[in-house]
C-alpha cells in the first residue's frame, strides 16, 4: 500500500484517489492528504509569486493612469481567481472616495461611483487601520458599519465575501484595492499576502504615472514661453549649453538612427505624446506595439539606463526631444 500511495502522491493524485488507497489505514491517509495539501500549496504560492513578477513587469510600462487603473483591477481577479475586483481613490484624506477602475461583470457597482467618508463599509475599516480586511460574509458581518449607500450594491451585484487593501503613498494611504466573490468563502493568509503585494505594486505605478502626467502637463505649459532653448535655461535655472544637454541626453539614439537607418528617436518621442503607452505609439507610428516594446528595450540598452522612463530621467529626455525637434 505504501507504494502505491507514493506513487499517487507522486502524480499529484486527488484525495478521493487517496482515500480510496488507504481506506485500511487511518494514519497512513492522514499522512497524504497532509502532503498532498501541501504540495497544493506550494504549487498555488509559485503561481502567485509568478503572477506577482507577472504585474510587476506589465505595470513598469504603463504610465497613464487611464492604463494603470483598470490593470490593477485585472490583475486582482486574476490572481486571487475573484469574481469581482475595483479600486477606489480618496478625494481628499479622511475624506469621501470615488470608484476609478472596476473589473467584472459589474451592474450596480461601476466607474464613477461615490464612496461615503463617513466610515461605513469594509474599505473604510482598511483605511483606518492600514491593514487588510476580508470578510466571507460582508452583509451579515456585524464588525462592518453598514450604509444605506453602500449595502445594496453589495446586495445588487450578490456578493458575498470582500477583501479590501489599503493603497498607500510611501505611509500615506490615498485609495483602496477591493475583492469580492458572490459566495461565502474564507481568504487565506496567502491570498491576504497576494493581495497586499499586488497593492504595493500598484501604489508605486499610480504615484509614477500621477507624477509623469503632473510633469507633462507642467512641460506643455512651460513649453508656452518660448523657444526649446529658453525653455531648458528656464527649468534648470543656470548656464545650459542646449547642444551639450542634447547630445548627452540623446545622442546614443542619434547616432544609432543615424549609422542603423532605425526609428529609435521618433518611437521614444511617440511613446513620450502617447502618456506613456506603447499600444497607443504603435497605432500613431502604424506599426505592431511589440516593435515598439523592441525599440524602446533597445533604446534602454544604448542609454544604458533600464529605468529611463523613470520621472526624472524622463524630464530630461522630453526636454532633449523638444530641443531635437526645435
Known amino acids: 500500500m505504501e507504494n502505491r500511495l507514493l506513487r499517487l502522491l507522486a502524480r499529484q493524485a486527488g484525495p478521493a484517489e487517496l482515500a480510496e488507497a488507504a481506506a485500511d489505514d487511518p494514519e497512513a491517509l492522514r499522512l497524504a492528504l497532509r502532503v498532498h495539501a501541501l504540495t497544493v500549496r506550494r504549487h498555488r504560492r509559485e503561481a502567485g509569486l509568478a503572477g506577482l513578477v507577472d504585474t510587476a513587469r506589465d505595470l513598469a510600462i504603463r504610465h497613464d493612469l487611464d492604463q494603470v487603473l483598470p490593470a490593477v483591477t485585472q490583475r486582482a481577479r486574476r490572481l486571487l481567481t475573484l469574481d469581482m475586483a475595483w479600486l ?10 470615488t470608484v476609478r477602475a472596476a473589473s467584472g461583470s459589474v451592474t450596480a457597482l461601476t466607474v464613477g461611483m461615490p464612496v461615503p467618508g463617513d466610515g461605513s463599509g469594509a474599505g473604510a475599516v482598511a483605511r483606518r487601520t492600514g491593514a487588510p480586511f476580508w470578510t466571507s460574509d460582508y452583509l451579515t458581518d456585524e464588525r462592518i458599519t453598514h450604509s444605506s449607500s453602500l449595502d445594496p450594491v453589495v446586495d445588487s451585484e450578490g456578493l458575498h465575501a470582500l477583501l479590501a487593501v489599503p493603497l498607500r503613498h510611501g505611509s500615506t494611504v490615498f485609495g483602496v484595492l477591493y475583492g469580492g466573490e458572490r459566495s461565502v468563502r474564507h481568504f487565506s493568509p496567502e491570498e491576504l499576502g497576494l493581495m497586499c503585494s499586488l497593492a504595493d505594486l500598484a501604489g508605486v505605478a499610480l504615484g509614477t504615472a500621477e507624477l509623469l502626467s503632473r510633469q507633462a502637463a ?4 512651460l513649453r ?10 528656464v527649468l534648470l535655472a543656470g548656464d545650459v549649453d542646449p547642444a551639450d544637454f542634447l547630445r548627452r541626453t540623446l545622442g546614443p539614439l542619434l547616432d544609432h538612427d ?18 506613456g503607452s506603447p499600444t497607443r505609439a504603435a497605432e500613431a507610428l502604424f506599426v505592431h506595439p511589440n516593435t515598439v516594446a523592441r525599440r524602446l528595450d533597445r533604446v534602454a540598452t544604448l542609454l544604458d539606463d533600464p529605468a529611463w522612463h523613470r520621472p526624472a530621467r524622463a524630464l530630461d529626455l522630453q526636454l532633449a526631444l523638444r530641443l531635437h525637434h526645435g
Open 258 to 275: 543615424a549609422r542603423r537607418g532605425t526609428e529609435l528617436v521618433p518611437t521614444l518621442a511617440a511613446y513620450f505624446a502617447a502618456g
Open 88 to 97: 477606489t481613490i480618496l478625494e481628499e484624506p479622511d475624506g469621501p472616495a
Open 224 to 233: 508656452a514661453r518660448g523657444p526649446a532653448a529658453e525653455l531648458l535655461k
Open 218 to 221: 507642467e512641460l506643455d505649459a
